[in-house]
């Protein structure tokens, strides 16, 4: 079972297969891993313990940047999130990145944000969209078209204390990504485009 594996000289941590979203793009739906790793369907979401001893024997040479992101949505499990960013930061010098679509707010309506502050030092949010309604289209969230608003606030909350970017991936039109960049630039957050990849990129 693959909790922890490299890509691109970081080490990703994989949580749960969990997601309430179905994104156009998502690489779920077409490959079982990246970049020649093992499958990342977990063969159930792993306990604390299981996570702490994945961590203690991964080999973690070279390693500066942990990631929380897999193959789902790591807010799924907000609270093992948060353990397991305290467990890291006890135990390593990493620094700590969570890959998210900004959805904990409808996932878990009584998570407070602010218990990632000094935990975690950036988080990467799908935008994806510039609006609601396409927003509704190309993540799919189980939500509906209220959580593009809820996304929004998350990231003006999280750029309070930590560095905060957005992602869109280029399965959108041109001028879209525009309306995009727009926004986030209204809100002072970057904003990173990514390549619509099939097999080897990570995708949240
Ligand atoms: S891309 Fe991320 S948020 Fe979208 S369906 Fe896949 S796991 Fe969920």
Redesign the pocket.
């Known amino acids: 079972m693959t909790i922890f594996y490299k890509f691109e000289g970081k080490m990703y941590i994989n949580l749960t297969n969990g997601?309430p979203?179905?994104?156009v793009?998502?690489?779920?739906d077409n490959a079982d891993s990246i970049s020649g790793n093992d499958s990342l369907w977990l063969e159930h979401e792993p306990s604390f313990e299981e996570i702490t001893a994945a961590f203690e024997t991964f080999d973690k040479k070279g390693i500066s940047e942990a990631v929380f992101c897999g193959?789902?949505?790591p807010m799924v499990r907000a609270d093992m999130v948060v353990k397991t960013a305290e467990y890291i930061r006890e135990h390593s010098d990493m620094k700590l990145r969570l890959n998210t679509?900004g959805l904990v707010k409808l996932m878990h309506p009584d998570f407070d944000i602010n218990c990632l502050k000094g935990l975690i030092d950036s988080v990467s949010i799908?935008l994806n969209a510039p609006s609601a309604a396409r927003y509704n289209e190309v993540?799919r969230p189980s939500f509906g078209e209220k959580s593009y608003e809820v996304m929004l606030d998350f990231a003006a909350k999280m750029k309070e204390f930590c560095h905060t970017a957005f992602t869109v991936v280029d399965i959108i039109d041109s001028e879209e990504i525009e309306v995009c960049r727009a926004i986030a630039d209204k809100m002072g957050i970057p904003l990173r485009v990514r390549a619509y990849v099939t097999d080897n990129e990570s995708?949240?």
């Open positions: 997601c979203c179905k994104c793009f998502c690489i779920r193959y789902g949505e679509n799908s993540t995708y949240t």
